[in-house]
Nanobody, 120 residues
Framework: VQLQASGGGLVQAGGSLRLSCAASGNIDSINDMAWYRQAPGKQRELVATITNSGSTNYADSVKGRFTISRDNAKNTVYLQMGSLKPEDTAVYYC???????????????WGQGTLVTVSS
């Protein structure tokens, strides 16, 4: 299973960006999908999660500003980011719990990360 993230870039504070992450390969099904981020010198932290039925959960720091969504037909997860702040600057990673066979286990898979830089 490969995850390809895109959509990062440089944006001014108050601006918006939309990240995408597409899963490909021999996939039977995907359970939860999520976005994490890692700022320079800090540990990776969970930003948002979404189940395969669409239930979502957010870190307190992004509630009301970010929206996670997914397209199950395309095996793709999105992160719409608004009212961006300089402290949102980080490398954003997508994660998907996927299995390659019907009888297999769900295992976590990571994308390569996409850099989001918010200038003040």
């Amino acid at each position: 299973v490969q995850l390809q993230a895109s959509g990062g870039g440089l944006v001014q504070a108050g601006g918006s960006l939309r990240l995408s992450c597409a899963a490909s390969g021999n996939i039977d099904s995907i359970n939860d999908m999520a976005w994490y981020r890692q700022a320079p010198g800090k540990q990776r932290e969970l930003v948002a999660t979404i189940t395969n039925s669409g239930s979502t959960n957010y870190a307190d720091s992004v509630k009301g500003r970010f929206t996670i969504s997914r397209d199950n037909a395309k095996n793709t997860v999105y992160l719409q980011m608004g009212s961006l702040k300089p402290e949102d600057t980080a490398v954003y990673y997508c994660n998907a719990d996927a299995r390659v066979t019907t009888w297999g286990r769900f295992t976590p898979n990571w994308g390569q990360g996409t850099l989001v830089t918010v200038s003040s």
